[in-house]
């Protein structure tokens, strides 16, 4: 089994900036996917940016140009730049990880921003 950790949430200022790491109880060598999802009260939960292990990167519509994903291979981790942060990013943001064996999600971490 393996856990998923987030962090670097909290609450900022419409214009600020943030950036969420994701980090891994265990290593892995392959993997299918890693990304970030998020939820906002009463809505689904969306895409916001995913990365694969080719290097290639999706990006929800509503974050292109603003929000950056990338990940370090050497210590298990996925991290998300957030720039120009609006209100409407509010939510509360997931790490997600497929492996050929699993498909693992962090337990969430707040992000508001405040107008």
């Known amino acids: 089994q393996m856990q998923l950790v987030e962090s670097g949430g909290g609450l900022v200022q419409a214009g600020g900036s943030l950036r969420l790491s994701c980090a891994a109880s265990?290593?892995?060598?392959?993997?299918?996917?890693m990304g970030w999802f998020r939820q906002a009260p009463g809505k689904q939960r969306e895409l916001v940016a995913t990365i694969t292990s080719g290097g290639s990167t999706n990006y929800g519509d509503s974050v292109k140009g603003r929000f950056t994903i990338s990940r370090d291979a050497a210590q298990n981790t996925v991290s998300l730049q957030m720039n120009s942060l609006k209100p409407e990013d509010t939510a509360v943001y997931y790490c997600n990880v497929i492996l050929a064996w699993g498909d693992y999600w962090g337990p969430g971490t707040q992000v508001t921003v405040s107008s």
């Open positions: 265990r290593r892995f060598f392959t993997f299918n996917r």
